[in-house]
């Protein structure tokens, strides 16, 4: 067995005393009981009205942002000449039609209005709209099975008090993102996608990559501008340092190629890639694009391997955030040919032909999956946080997940599986992201550092912080199903 390959998972966890607020035992007993199909905890309905719920928040959240818009013109009109006015009147104009459109949309879903969702017995509540602070937004959180166990009482019984308490989903307010605020995937000239994908392709770094950034304040709002300046301008350390991470992204996309050739007899008959919570893109941070790339390029081998001399089967990637904007939509599609979602319609496409690529989503994403797909033995692969086998800890330690929350029905997809280490934290840190967690668990700017014994430690921290946002893919695992079909009965 080679090093990055993975034996058998362990047996079924033992139950061990409760000692915390979660109840899962009691979670998956109701979800034998009344699960659609039984033995799970996420049902289609579901999906598919929390997906409805955020796009109305996803309407909410355009029609509140467009407001000062509408109403900017009176304030703004003396930086514009005479010629402008008419043009910005416009443009007032087609912004006063948009925010009637939505609310003629929204109707009811709105501030003092209300809003409805279907509890886990598929009755429907009305709740009253949440006040929404301003600089925030309204999300839809889905709720985990650790967060939906709190919600059982000692007799297993769920409790009722509060009929929020039968709800897998909820609106929530959230302060906006600073890619909310500052659209950082909108750059003003040569934006650093082709940079990157040149990068991870060939291991060299393009010679005229990006530099620094000013900002500029624009009539309406703050707005950043980013500026390119020659890589030749970078120090010798500099430009060591570019050579260097250019050659580890293609070192990646390599591994990902011969795992993906490795595996070519179960993955023969994928016919979709979907991606969940990949992120939005950031002009100075290639993280998120880099784990955009990663698939693409699953989805190169994959129709490589379907490819024969007549035919040539494409396969379509389609990316599900619901941090996007419309600009990164637009980037994902003109340079790695993704199509994006910010609803949750893509937890609906998933199937047993299906590659999921996750990487830290904060929503409950692989156990979704394997209830939506257990009928049919889940997804054919999934390129994800590492999948722990004892789902049932939170009810004895309730210390923080840094893997993908574990759920009984991904586990028992994980037994299914045949296991391969993806993640690059070992090769940038020397260590996984699990060890870096707990070895380093404060960051730098909370440590102190007055003393020299203090500073001497405080610069080992701040390197390994600064190494950590080199690794794009924190302990990840590719998990590929062996069987096609599921056990029958799940419990
Ligand atoms: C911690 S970030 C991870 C981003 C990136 N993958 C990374 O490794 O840094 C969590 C991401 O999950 C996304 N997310 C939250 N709910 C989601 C959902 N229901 N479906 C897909 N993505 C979701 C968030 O918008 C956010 O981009």
Known sequence: MSKRERSSP?????????TTESNITGAYLWANKYGDPPGTIWSRETIAEASKLQASAHMWNDMRRLRPLANALPVIKDKFTAEEIP????????IEEEIERLNRLLGDFSEGGIYRVRDIFGEWHTF???EVRPRHKLIVRVLGVVAFSQNFDDNNDIKTDNPKQKCLYDLEPMPLSKHDLWRQCDTYETPPWEFWMHE???GNFHLKRYVWRRNIQKPIGIDFVHEWRHIRELSADQR????????????????LRSYIKEHRERLKNVD???????GPLHYGFSKCFVQHMAANTVREVLEELKKTKRTQKNIGVVAQDPA????????????????TTTDFEAFLEVGQNTFVITFAPSAPVCGIIADLTLEVGGPAAMLCDEIEDDYLRPEWDDTRWIDAEPTKNLVAYKRRCSIKEFGDTKDVMGMSYHEFMARYPIVPAE?????PNETEIWEEVKKVYSLSFKSNFHDIFLYVRKKSVAPTGSS
Do not use: G
């Open 272 to 278: 979709k890639v979907i991606c969940f919570a990949l």
């Open 128 to 130: 009253p709209f949440p």
């Open 324 to 339: 996007y904007c419309k600009h990164c939509a637009h980037v994902l599609q003109e340079t790695l040919s993704i199509e």
């Open 240 to 255: 060591k340092d570019a050579k260097h991470w250019a050659s580890h992204w293609k070192m990646l996309a390599d591994r």
């Open 87 to 94: 043009h910005l009147q416009q443009m007032t104009k087609d």
């Open 200 to 202: 991870w392709e060939t």
């Open 447 to 451: 440590l102190p550092h007055d003393t």
């Open 10 to 18: 362990s047996p079924q966890p033992e139950p061990k005393q409760r």
